[in-house]
């Protein structure tokens, strides 16, 4: 772990400057922000740790807990809502056995529902990796669970 952190730092030349990108690239490391990882980042760029928790909890994109391999965002907003989204959340929370808000405890999964995403009328949306899909249905969420390698009975799959 030091070694993955030296490297890390050493891409921005020790310059604590680039503590967030820095963050970024830790994150996309380990996923999350561990507590020892932050401790080693903040021994070799000799930056307050109190400093690295603010800009760490700051962003909205580090996490301090663990986070799955896989991200899934389903929009609950009104427009959504409206068209089914409820029904998709029970849906993959039952598949991934883990409430909106966690992880799975493979790490393979986090499952989050957020408010709008600013594109009601391709809705209900859930976010893939990254990735924005339109017109989400039970269906969809299933088949796009199994290709990223969870097993879905057969009967959740309509
Ligand atoms: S309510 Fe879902 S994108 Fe606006």
């Known amino acids: 772990m030091q070694e993955k952190v030296a490297q890390i730092i050493g891409k921005y030349n020790n310059d604590k400057g680039f503590l967030v990108p820095i963050l970024q690239d830790v994150q996309k490391e380990f ?3 561990p507590k020892d ?12 740790l109190s400093r690295i928790y603010e800009v760490a909890t700051f962003y909205r994109a580090f996490s301090l807990t663990p986070r ?17 989204a409820p029904i998709i959340q029970d849906g993959i929370e039952r598949v991934l056995n883990c409430k909106a ?8 999964f986090t499952f989050e529902t957020v408010n709008c995403l600013g594109a009601c009328a391709l809705g209900p949306i859930l976010v ?7 017109q989400m249905t039970l269906a969809k969420a299933n ?11 057969t009967d959740e799959e309509d």
């Open 31 to 33: 996923n999350y922000l």
């Open 37 to 48: 990882v932050l401790v080693a980042v903040c021994a070799q760029l000799h930056v307050p």
């Open 68 to 84: 799955g391999k896989h991200q899934l965002s389903l929009c609950v907003g009104t427009a959504c809502h409206v068209r089914g």
């Open 101 to 108: 808000g966690q992880t799975t405890a493979d790490l393979e």
């Open 128 to 134: 893939v990796d990254d990735e924005y899909q339109g």
């Open 143 to 153: 088949k796009l669970l199994k290709k990223l390698g969870k097993k879905v009975a």
